[in-house]
Structures are given as C-alpha cells and as structure tokens.
C-alpha cells in the first residue's frame, strides 16, 4: 500500500512543471516568435576645405599651376553603391566652369577640381561623378578632391577669392 501512495504522489508531482521562480505550472506550448527587420541604405557625407594660399600669377605661377587638396569623407552603410559630385559652386563660368569670386564689384579666380586620380574634372552627373564601390563597414572612406588654378591669370591682387562648392552623395 505504501508503494501505491508513492506512486500516486510522484506521478501527480511529475505532472507539475516548475519556473525558474519556484511556480509550478500544469504544462507549457511553445510558438515561434518572428524578429525581423530591414536596413536601410544610408550614407552620411563630411567635407575638408580646399585652401589655396596665395596665388602670384607673375612668379611662381606664370607658368606653373597653384594646386591644394581637400577631401570628401562618406560613410554608408555595408554595400551602398555611391556616386559623390560636385557641384559648380556659387560662381559657376570661367574657363574651368568654376570660379572663385571676391571683391566690390566682384572680381573672380578660375580654378578647378579633380577627382582623386587627379585627371578626370569633378563633376555633379555622369560621368563626370566619382562612383564608389559600397564599404566594408561603417567607418568613412575619405576621397581626395584636387583643386587647381591655371597659371598667368590676369586677376586683382588684394582680395579675397573664395566659392562655396556643394558636395552630395547619391546612394
């Protein structure tokens, strides 16, 4: 007899399930739960300034250039394909399509700007844009930008000259 109580005392105790609290339960179902989520191309875009310094047009830049570098800098998320361009500035015209202005009245500076091969004109369509391969991660890549004014321009000296280029990355 006392075996049978045993019996029935743990099979009625074997039937209960017991939380990880101490609560016991008669049972549990199970269902899964769906997580999921989409990402988002995105990229964010930072620029570095293009200082020239001073330009002498009867020195040493009768023949020779004056060159400066500056930078774009994008992060995208993992495998946004891109296209960085470069608009004509707040001057655009001149010989090179972009100028530099300053001065009353105004006075401008021809100049121009290379994508980092330091061939190709930095353009704001194709295929004048630099197209990038997607990144690797989420760290910015930074491109350099090549500006350039021509030699022998017949400018004023004792101004300013100065343009505001807008940069855009397409994604």
């Keep these: 007899m006392k075996l049978t109580k045993l019996f029935l005392l743990l099979a009625s105790v074997s039937a209960l399930v017991v939380s990880s609290d101490g609560s ?14 989409t990402v988002a191309a995105n990229c964010t875009i930072t620029t570095s300034a293009i200082s020239f310094g001073a330009y002498d047009p009867l020195g040493v830049n009768a ?9 774009v800098s994008i992060a995208c998320t993992k495998g946004t394909t891109t296209h960085i361009g470069l608009d004509t500035g707040l001057h655009p015209g001149g010989s090179t399509g972009r100028q530099m202005a300053g001065g009353t009245p105004a006075s401008t500076l021809p100049y121009s700007l290379f994508q980092p091969d330091n061939v190709t004109a930095w353009g704001n369509a194709a295929p004048s ?16 930008v090549n500006g350039e004014i021509p030699p ?17 990355v397409n994604f």
């Design 24 to 37: 016991a339960f008669a049972g549990s179902a199970t269902k899964p739960l769906y997580v999921g989520a």
């Design 63 to 71: 023949t020779d250039p004056l060159t400066a570098t500056g930078k």
């Design 129 to 144: 844009w630099l197209a990038t391969p997607g990144p690797a991660n989420l760290s910015p890549v930074d491109y350099v």
């Design 152 to 168: 022998a321009q017949n400018v004023s000296p004792g101004i300013d000259y100065a343009d505001t280029v807008t940069a855009t």
